[in-house]
């Protein structure tokens, strides 16, 4: 397909599989590459077309932001659209704006036969990076792009560096990855974390998709983590070190020889290994069985099995693999649902006894341990989930009731009890190491004049989704939990807070559901409640929302993504497993929770 000059022209782009939209080239406001490739298959395959003679500046503009959507790794194709002093400067990799539905053109006032501008103007939604970190945004974005003639032909000699790309356009050539860091928790955790430094953090990247992702993968794990979660994370790869080869072989055997040597013992090298498995897993075709890190001279340093690297999974703080599923039944009792069975029972202990009248509950990650509000919001009990246990004193204590005194609990990876006391006269969050002790008052900066009404900590202790109520609102919030001070004094703060559903404007609920993921029950202004998966960094698709079910008022879901999620509406409690419909379960009651 060729685009002809100064006529109502065909997008600047050749497609395979697919074609091409048609697009006004001047005159009137028009709409740039919007959803032209919204149903596009993945493996579709889109190459611009050079700008051609006589084209219009509309022409020259649309043209250029069409071959900025096409698959080549270089954008060979869009600079052609740009002024030869331009050509080499110009950096698309420095950001993404990504717009709803697409950018709007216009040609600006003041216009002469050589010089022009064309505007763009859009709603923002989203804007990556150059560490490829996506953040979630809503705003509005406008942007100049300026052309002159260059031997009689127009050219674009002033641009903003970075991409601007319709949502469609986005998720077509951009895929979301988790590159895997170690968590980088402080002295504080010494003595109940184990391996502390083995243990990985998922850090979610928008890499293309079509270009080399594997290559592109490991070039994103050696330069580092994205700057929210780099302050509570460490790589285990020196600083600076590039990949000088990369191959994968018909046994899914991958081979990396760096540009520095790999650590100078085999633990060093075998945590880098270990960090490079578990990330690219999840751009692998088929998976991958082993890593190899080879020296600057091509030795072999060290090599690691996909078994072995499991070692270091985030799995291994996350919790058994078999978890059951608890909840809290109509006569504050807790009970527990075991596999795929319908009909819970009570847990052992005191908890399942009813010894404390339950309002809400956290249940430890080793599933041995239990901690319990009770329904007035007045007291914290933490005892075991075993015939012989005791219930004990309190462990922690507010002054208010109801819905002003004590949040449910959190567990993180450590063994670690996290819970809000909303009293309106001293709100604060804390942190009773091992569910016991003088409880630690954790420092939220950012939070300003709102107020955290419920909390999950993520089971790598350096991430915690929180709902914030502010005036008659309440937003998703993530935090950064930073470590200092010792083990017997901790100081710990949360900080760097980012709302990860902006666009919800209520929400009711939240909990993990993956290493990068949280499940949402909210809405919209003005619209219906809506249950969805979200990315931590606010991203979602088209795959995200969850079967109709409305008057959710909590929701429960497993780092384990093959678990079931569950829900309570009304006095009833509801599971959907990952391939089925919502059901029943019995007996009724509220406040579902997986270990955590």
């Known amino acids: 397909m060729r685009r002809q000059a100064g006529t109502a022209a065909l997008l600047g782009c050749l497609v395979l599989l697919a074609g091409c939209a ?27 077309v050079k700008p051609q003679k006589g084209e219009l500046a509309a022409d020259i503009v649309s043209g250029f932001l069409e071959a900025t959507t096409s698959n080549e790794a270089d954008y060979d194709t869009a600079r052609e659209y740009l002024a030869k002093g331009l050509k080499k400067t110009w950096q698309p990799n420095r950001k993404i704006t990504i717009l709803s539905g697409g950018a709007v053109q216009s040609v600006q006032a003041g216009s002469t036969n050589s010089s022009t501008t064309v505007s763009l103007s859009g709603r923002t939604v989203a804007a990556v990076d150059s560490k490829h970190a996506y953040r979630a ?9 300026h052309l002159s003639k260059e031997r009689g032909e127009w050219r674009i000699d002033s641009v903003p560096d970075g991409l601007v790309l319709s949502e469609a356009d986005f998720l077509r050539l951009y895929q979301s990855v988790d590159i895997y860091y170690y968590a980088s928790l402080g002295q504080d955790a010494a003595g109940t974390a184990g391996r502390l430094r083995d243990v990985l953090v998922a850090d979610p990247v928008y890499l293309r998709s079509q270009v080399d992702l594997l290559q592109n993968t490991v070039s994103s794990l050696l330069s580092g983590p994205t700057d929210w979660l780099d302050p509570v994370v460490a790589s285990a790869f020196p600083s600076g070190t590039k990949a000088k080869r ?10 990396v020889k760096l540009s520095k040597t790999p650590g100078t013992d085999a633990s060093t090298c075998h945590r880098m290994a270990a960090q ?12 991958v069985a082993s890593v190899e890190l080879q020296r600057p001279d091509g030795a072999a340093a060290c090599s690691l099995s996909q078994q072995q690297a499991a070692e270091y999974a985030p799995e291994q703080v996350a919790g058994t693999a078999d978890q059951q599923q608890y909840f809290i039944d109509t006569g504050h009792r807790l009970v527990s649902l075991y ?16 010894q404390v009248d339950l309002g809400s509950v956290a249940v430890r990650r080793d599933e041995t341990y239990a901690a319990g509000v009770k329904a007035d919001g007045s007291a914290l009990f933490v005892t075991g989930l075993t015939a012989d246990a005791a219930l004990g004193q309190s462990v922690l204590k507010s002054t208010a009731h109801g819905r002003n005194g004590l949040s449910a609990p959190s567990w993180d990876g450590y063994n670690d009890l996290w819970v809000a006391d909303r009293n309106p006269a001293n709100p604060r969050l804390l942190m009773l190491q091992d569910g016991a002790g003088a409880p630690v008052e954790v420092s939220v900066p950012d939070l300003k004049g709102g107020r955290i009404e419920s909390l999950r900590v993520a089971a790598d202790g350096v991430r915690i989704a929180m709902l914030v109520t ?13 470590r200092g001070g010792t083990q017997a004094h901790p100081e710990l703060t949360v900080t760097a807070l980012r709302q990860v559903t902006p666009y919800l404007e209520d929400v009711k609920a939240a909990s993990w559901a993956g290493v990068s993921r949280l499940v949402v029950v909210g809405q919209e202004s003005g619209g219906v409640q809506q249950i969805q998966y979200v990315g931590v960094d606010g991203s979602t698709s088209d795959d995200t929302t969850v079967p109709g079910i409305s008057g959710v008022t909590s929701v429960a879901a497993s780092e384990s993504q093959d678990k079931p999620l569950l829900a309570s509406l009304g006095d009833g409690i509801f599971r959907l497993p990952t391939d089925g419909n919502w059901k029943a379960v019995t007996p009724k009651g509220g406040s579902p929770v997986y270990p955590g």
């Open 22 to 48: 048609s697009m006004p080239s001047s005159g009137e406001v028009s709409k740039v590459g919007s959803e032209a490739h919204n149903d596009a298959d993945s493996q579709v395959r889109v190459y611009g």
């Open 470 to 482: 502010e005036g008659s609102s309440t937003t998703l919030r993530l935090g950064r939990i930073e």
């Open 246 to 255: 990369l191959s994968l072989d018909d046994s899914q055997h991958l081979t």
């Open 276 to 287: 490079l498995m578990n990330t690219v897993q999840g751009v692998a075709t088929l998976p």
């Open 137 to 145: 945004v809503s705003k509005e974005f406008s942007a100049g792009i």
């Open 339 to 354: 596999g795929n069975a319908t009909a819970a029972e009570r847990v052992p202990g005191p908890l399942g006894a009813g």
